[in-house]
């Protein structure tokens, strides 16, 4: 059974940074693409960035310049560094993951609440 599991969330004064990680356990083959999403309060579950098994990135114009995504192919980890936070950065955050597996599919965490305080 694969799980993904998410770390590193919680709460940081505006202007801060913080490291999520998420790490994809099981029996598994292979990652393809993996990512972040984010849900705030009231609203609906939103891209924040995106990585190939070959490294090719892709961010939401929220993200430019301020996070950055990682991952570790040796680890089947994939991580989000997050600076300059602002306020609305606000929200639930999600590890996803196209898993190839016995139960081949895209994979969600359970999420991690990061909060930014003014």
């Known amino acids: 059974q694969v799980q993904l599991v998410e770390s590193g969330g919680g709460l940081v004064q505006a202007g801060g940074s913080l490291r999520l990680s998420c790490a994809a356990r099981?029996?598994?083959?292979?990652?393809?693409?993996m990512g972040w999403y984010r849900q705030a309060p009231g609203k609906q579950r939103e891209l924040v960035a995106t990585?190939?098994?070959?490294?090719?990135?892709n961010q939401a114009d929220s993200a430019k310049g301020r996070f950055t995504i990682a991952r570790d192919s040796t680890k089947n980890t994939v991580y989000l560094q997050m600076n300059s936070l602002k306020r609305e950065d606000t929200a639930v955050y999600y590890c996803?993951?196209?898993?190839?597996?016995?139960?081949?599919?895209?994979?969600w965490g359970q999420g991690t609440q990061v909060t930014v305080s003014s």
């Open positions: 990585i190939s098994s070959g490294y090719k990135t």
């Open positions: 099981g029996n598994l083959y292979r990652i393809n693409d």
């Open positions: 996803n993951a196209d898993i190839v597996a016995d139960a081949t599919g895209h994979y």
